[in-house]
């Protein structure tokens, strides 16, 4: 390995924007980076971010956070194993003091388990301030798993991390469970708008994504999922802000829900799963940190307001490549037409 | 937009290896490029490079390729599109004549379907040379639809993609039918190889694979994927190669099958969907073309050889990677001694 | 066991309707059986039938038929596997002149396949004429394997299913490879059969659909599913038909569409995988022959033209009991109004 | 309606054992009714009760139990929903009055739900006594929605049912949140035993177990299920005792696990959906209190006790059907030759 030094691969990033955030983490007009091959992704979340000066703006809300690690223990059979697991639970403050140990910012805030045969899967589940927190709680495992194995001398260890976590694998408990930012942004676009920036009507927009985001991919055997192109945008988005992007695995499975309203298209974008972090792995290097500044979320705050900031404007971001895409996919034709368009 | 430049986002890179590889598509060692902020994945990756050359190297085998773009048409009621996809599926050699206008590489090999309500979601099943593919079968979808259109006229344009694709999204069709390579990886390795260099046993191995990638994932509600991280190596693949890295959506679901083997560790990775490309998108740039030539896939070879080889040295870097992690969860503590140890 | 003997469970079974059904199957009214503990189903289908004969009738198309076994081989290794593999594909006429020793109608109509480490998931389909076809296509696998030993000596038995069938479970690859018979049934209800019998409008009905089958049953982490009780009405007329009634659980992955159409409501469901046959095992006894009868299946009809007789029937009365509950759930308080009032 | 009577569909049934059953539940030999067309049933789970026998018995545990309903309420955006949610999330107690209001049985213990778009899923999750509990939960949603439409007028009633309850479907929410009795089995099993009556092997059932029902079910895009053929048994049980057998959709969603102990052969089953009840719907038909008295479950017991002591007898039902099923698929030839010698 010594002979291999480090080097660098840029990718090709612009700043887009600026889009109209609104709601009660982040009231402003902002412009993002993004780092891409996939340039044509560029013109495309531009298009939705103008659209988003012309309304009332994107209004984002923030759910929830947690970062989640399962770790894997086995007793000697499914009885003993449902024994322990009644009493490990009985006893969080003790847990969390353990926590308390490997570091300052994780908190455990809620545990959930599976009992398989003589197996527990048992998922952690903490804050971890303005980290997305993969090593935070992997760090807080690692001192639960000795701490358990001595206060529960009948179970053994099997695995730090049983796959119930779930890190970065296409699966449903990361949705119903939590694990990241959920965060919900809703926008409001009059006919008018819709008409003369998309060429589209709020109606086809309705229609193609019932046809295409829900059936669609409810057909394809789509887990949790119901959009376009979430994917691209985050990429993109993690990449430009140092984030693991390896997470856009869970971060892609969101949904789109839109419908007519008086006159109007309202368009949502609930992304449930967007594990981010302004702090942590990946960042600290110069470009990713000029990123997070000009993004404002490198600002004294509370613990975990600038990583809420970031995962808001990330939705953002996704929700105007996904409302451009869709628009443009009701008029056939369109999408390539763009395509060849960008790529002379 | 004309006041955003385009900048680049520098990720950390560091080739690792060589890997020793062999099987039908190659048969050498080879080092591989890994761009990624998560740094502690090259040693990791690192040592099961390590690993294979002290074996009779990681056995890869191609079973497919293919690249596949969803339309989506109307008809007036389910028996009218019924009709209609019969006779459009009995026409194969007239859409690829409309086809080869598209492209000189694009090849219609298979056309797959579902009909729901009076909707026809037609799978267009493409090989497309080199190229991963995404633009190429978007295009000969954007020929084929007025195509179909003017032949049919009882069917109506929904979209140029109706998500049973499906692109970049947790789905079950693109296991099921194929997208990107698919590609087998297998290695066999002794048990004192294992005791000395992974520290591990072969039956170890075997059991957390079992209790974590297989029983753990399926109780998070996974879908066709068994494995503790093939995402991290493939972004970091991806994003070397100049790969468009929201792939890895798909490309991560996969599986390990492991046994033991006499008294050997038969340790194998399935890789369904690894969308690859040696040309087109994010191909071009300097370092990209460097890495691609280094890894041998600019040479001159029949169309699609290059990105067959391509796809094969990215899963041998998967398994090096899955298989080094997995070693490590046997052992309690090691997982966070090394990270501890990496970043310091 | 000889001490046991066999007696009967005697199922509530009431007829209900007509059901007015139209379409290239069928073109009547009929009177369907239903066999359950759950006595609030009979006037739920009822409402629907009701709705059917004030209206051009439920339209039935089936898209397709088949039954399939998957077997499981192994080889020495993924090259192996694949060498064999793509050789048996192409002698699909051998094997069925080995599938005609095995019986008179089952007809091997196509090959799916998956690798997966050296195993080969070989997914056998057939047409089994007016059987369900469980037994026959088992059979069918019985005979194929023996002879796929002898002429590939480098494959090994591993079982004779290998759950890529996949029976009576939940997963995606029914609906997307075909098993049983694939179903659509559609019904045009005016807005004011709707107000007048139904309670709602159709608005209310399509915007329900869409909120608890399409979005609900996503976030529940569903699989192909997109109803509000297929079930239930599935479970009634299988019991009553003397069908497999463990096959309602691919039978219910199906999905409710639903929209405005003018001044109307169109409602459809898709039924992807009705397993039902109209001879074969559960018939023969004189309640089940009676009610085949009376479903006009038990005619001298072309082979295969009962069993999807007894299919489209059954998709029809599933949207009758859908259109029902769906109808209801619109109005806060009905549904349980309407139990209360029948459990009196 | 009117001119249709009711009648009987008259399933056959046999009583097959007895199983040996210990644990925490029941500790004694107990035969158990199964009705169902499939016949060849009864010598399967036959022969799993007399391996029962010859050990120290089937295991049972009951980890877990809970019937649930979801709601769907509206808000006019995202943060709206979230403000009501959280406080209705903290006025438990309160909800609970209400519903004891509507049950002496129900009891609220716990609250799960999803914000998509501006929509709450709220799933209330209830026990229910010696009640499988579905009309109970609906009942108590029924007096639920108009509290909490009075005490939080900005939400507006969008369906009783949300569709992430989830009935009688293929989602993942049900294992995950819970749903029904989660019951655990567990034989063990010697080598001998296997030999000379399962013709099989620790080893083979093992590497059976793995091949086919947790990869083979996988890469059929399998959700939360790892079984032969679970569905089978649950049917025959289910309409035995007179249970809603539309539930086998989750309680067929299970997994086995099995491994070589020392010499002997591990088998387990766990079955996290269970829906049952002792009580309630289905139950007063005259055969069915003869068989839930034959399983000693109308005796005088704590609330809920039958239905749990039910479950666990069940639930060793489906582990004796599951392990004769996978010994006979061991065997080449073998299944196909046992369903021949019983329909002679």
């Known amino acids: 390995m010594k002979a291999h030094k480090i080097s660098q691969a840029p990718i090709p990033m612009r700043t887009v924007g600026p889009i109209k955030i609104c709601g009660s983490v982040l009231d402003e007009k902002i412009s993002v980076p993004l780092a891409t091959y996939e340039t044509p992704l560029w013109p495309s979340v531009g298009r939705g971010a103008r659209i988003s000066v012309l309304t009332e703006g994107i209004k984002t809300t923030v759910i929830d956070e947690r970062m989640s690690r399962s770790i894997l223990l086995e007793a000697d059979d499914a009885?003993?194993?449902?024994?322990?697991?009644?009493?490990?639970?009985?006893?969080?403050?003790?847990?969390?003091?353990?926590?308390?140990?490997?570091?300052?910012?994780?908190?455990?805030i809620d545990m959930n388990?599976?009992?398989?045969?003589?197996?527990?899967?048992?998922?952690?589940?903490?804050?971890?301030?303005?980290?997305?927190?993969?090593?935070?709680?992997?760090n807080a495992a690692d001192k639960i798993i000795p701490w358990l194995l001595t206060e529960y001398p009948q179970?053994?260890?099997?695995?730090?991390?049983?796959?119930?976590?779930?890190?970065?694998?296409?699966?449903?408990?990361?949705?119903?469970?939590?694990?990241?930012?959920?965060?919900?942004?809703?926008?409001?676009?009059?006919?008018e708008l819709c008409e003369r920036r998309l060429k589209t009507t709020p109606e086809k927009v309705v229609?193609?994504?019932?046809?295409?985001?829900?059936?669609?991919?409810?057909?394809?055997?789509?887990?949790?999922?119901?959009?376009?192109?979430?994917?691209?945008?985050?990429?993109?988005?993690?990449?430009?802000?140092?984030?693991?992007?390896?997470?856009?695995?869970?971060?892609?499975?969101?949904?789109?829900?839109?419908?007519?309203?008086?006159?109007?298209?309202?368009?949502?974008?609930?992304?449930?799963?967007?594990?981010?972090?302004?702090?942590?792995?990946?960042?600290?290097?110069?470009?990713?940190?000029?990123?997070?500044?000009?993004l404002g979320c490198k600002e004294e705050r509370e613990s975990g307001a600038n990583a809420r900031r970031l995962a808001a404007i990330c939705a953002a971001t996704v929700l105007c490549g996904e409302l451009s895409l869709l628009a443009a996919q009701t008029n056939p034709g369109e999408l390539m037409e763009a395509h060849l368009k960008l790529e002379r």
Chains 1, 2, 3, 4 share one sequence.
């Open 79 to 108: 009885y003993e194993a449902l024994q322990a697991l009644n009493s490990i639970k009985a006893r969080m403050d003790e847990i969390n003091a353990v926590v308390a140990k490997s570091s300052r910012f994780a908190k455990l």
């Open 155 to 191: 179970l053994r260890y099997s695995s730090i991390s049983g796959n119930y976590c779930s890190d970065k694998k296409a699966t449903a408990v990361n949705g119903i469970l939590g694990r990241g930012k959920y965060v919900v942004c809703e926008i409001l676009i009059s006919r």
């Open 207 to 294: 229609d193609l994504n019932i046809k295409k985001n829900l059936i669609g991919t409810m057909i394809a055997g789509g887990l949790r999922s119901a959009n376009a192109h979430f994917a691209n945008m985050l990429l993109a988005f993690y990449l430009a802000t140092g984030q693991d992007a390896a997470n856009i695995i869970e971060g892609s499975q969101g949904i789109v829900h839109a419908e007519v309203r008086g006159d109007d298209l309202y368009f949502s974008c609930t992304l449930p799963n967007l594990i981010m972090g302004s702090v942590g792995n990946g960042k600290g290097i110069d470009f990713v940190e000029e990123n997070l500044a000009m």
């Open 113 to 138: 388990s599976q009992i398989v045969a003589n197996m527990i899967y048992l998922r952690l589940e903490f804050t971890t301030g303005d980290a997305s927190g993969h090593n935070m709680v992997t």
